[in-house]
């Protein structure tokens, strides 16, 4: 479980250092409240993201975002919700997944952008 969790650190530290290269402001990781967590917030020009990474040091039963479920999703978005009524924003949100895989010494990243939208 401790090698789930250091890969999970590690994925997560990676996606900051390409979202913030990309020109994204990092504004929370790992953001908690009421047992939901948001793995990254952060900001792009007028719009807010909220980024949920995955990382696998393989993809043996398919790739690390697929690993982001519906309910995960609808987590997610009551989070965010909670994090933009607290915080007083106004700004577009976009929900974001950064799959992160691991082989040897080596990673691949994707970001998707938009990989899923709330229902009204």
């Keep these: 479980m401790a090698e789930k969790h250091d890969i999970g650190k590690k994925g997560e530290k990676i996606a900051s250092e390409h979202l913030t290269v990309n020109g994204y402001t990092i504004l929370e990781t ?11 917030i952060a900001q792009k020009d007028d719009t807010l993201v909220i980024i949920e990474v995955k990382a696998r040091s393989t993809k043996f039963f398919g790739e690390p975002e697929t690993f982001v479920t519906k309910p995960k ?3 997610l978005i009551k989070a965010a919700n909670h994090y933009i009524t607290q915080n007083k924003l106004d700004l577009e949100v976009r929900f974001d997944i950064i799959s992160v895989l691991f082989k040897n010494d080596k ?14």
Excluded: G, T, V
């Excluded at 790992?30 to 990254?40: A, F, G, L, R, T």
């Design 73 to 75: 999703q609808r987590m």
């Design 107 to 120: 990673h691949s990243l994707k970001h998707i952008k938009d990989a899923f939208y709330p229902l009204i």
């Design 30 to 40: 790992n953001w908690q409240s009421n047992h939901q967590e948001i793995d990254i």
